[in-house]
């Protein structure tokens, strides 16, 4: 699956940025969707994943209650909702795609990944 991010932006803190993630191929459903982020000189961290049928939505501790994760199958799309934001969420954002699912995703569970989109939440 070939996946495609976008909806980055400039934003003020306490603003709202919706994410999405599209993907190609006509068997979506059956993967499940994360989304991570890359901060400038940190590690890519994991921020909320949703499973093939959205019943279960884990979020980082550090996005949970501001952030939400749904996906649109019938649109091969996955959004990240994003409210409440800070200047410690600016980072690349990427969408990634996997075809196992477990309770506690991390990237190594992730085949395909998606370009990565900028969000920069200025003070």
């Known amino acids: 699956v070939q996946l495609q991010a976008s909806g980055g932006g400039l934003v003020q803190a306490g603003g709202s940025l919706r994410l999405s993630c599209a993907a190609s191929?006509?068997?979506?459903?059956?993967?499940?969707v994360g989304w991570f982020r890359q901060a400038s000189g940190n590690e890519r961290e994991f921020v909320a994943a949703?499973?093939?049928?959205?019943?279960?939505?884990p979020y980082s501790d550090s996005v949970k209650g501001r952030f939400t994760i749904s996906r649109d199958n019938a649109k091969n799309t996955v959004y990240l909702q994003m409210n409440g934001l800070k200047p410690e969420d600016t980072a690349v954002y990427y969408c990634?795609?996997?075809?196992?699912?477990?309770?506690?995703?991390?990237?190594?569970?992730?085949?395909?990944w998606g370009q990565g989109t900028q969000v920069t939440v200025s003070s």
């Open positions: 990634a795609a996997s075809s196992v699912w477990y309770s506690r995703m991390t990237e190594n569970d992730f085949g395909s």
């Open positions: 949703i499973s093939r049928g959205s019943s279960s939505t």
């Open positions: 191929g006509r068997t979506f459903s059956s993967y499940v």
